[in-house]
Nanobody, 119 residues
């Protein structure tokens, strides 16, 4: 079973930066979408950013201009650079890989990494 391993979370002051990483435990193919989601206490999980296999990106409104998603296909790794962090960015962040074929699709999730923005 493929595992996604996240790293880079932690405690940061408002205005600070963090870089999250998420790597697959083994080589996987046809990862169409790599993404980051987050879930704050008492709230639904929400999309933060997506990156396609071709490098196209999509961001939630709250992330635009502050966060940058990127991927390294050779390493099956996705990154999220977060700048100008705000207290409302506090959440557990999850990475997600979607892909495969029509007959054998997959949808893998990481275990989550806590990001806390507080002074």
């Amino acid at each position: 079973q493929v595992q996604l391993v996240e790293s880079g979370g932690g405690l940061v002051q408002p205005g600070g930066s963090l870089r999250l990483s998420c790597a697959a435990s083994e080589n996987i193919f046809s990862v169409n979408l790599m993404g980051w989601y987050r879930q704050a206490p008492g709230k639904e999980r929400e999309l933060v950013a997506l990156v396609t296999s071709g490098g196209g990106t999509n961001y939630a409104g709250s992330a635009k201009g502050r966060f940058t998603i990127s991927r390294d296909n050779g390493r099956n790794t996705v990154y999220l650079q977060m700048n100008s962090l705000k207290p409302e960015d506090t959440a557990v962040y999850y990475c997600n890989f979607k892909g495969g074929s029509w007959s054998a699709p997959y949808d893998y999730w990481g275990q989550g990494t806590q990001v806390t923005v507080s002074s």
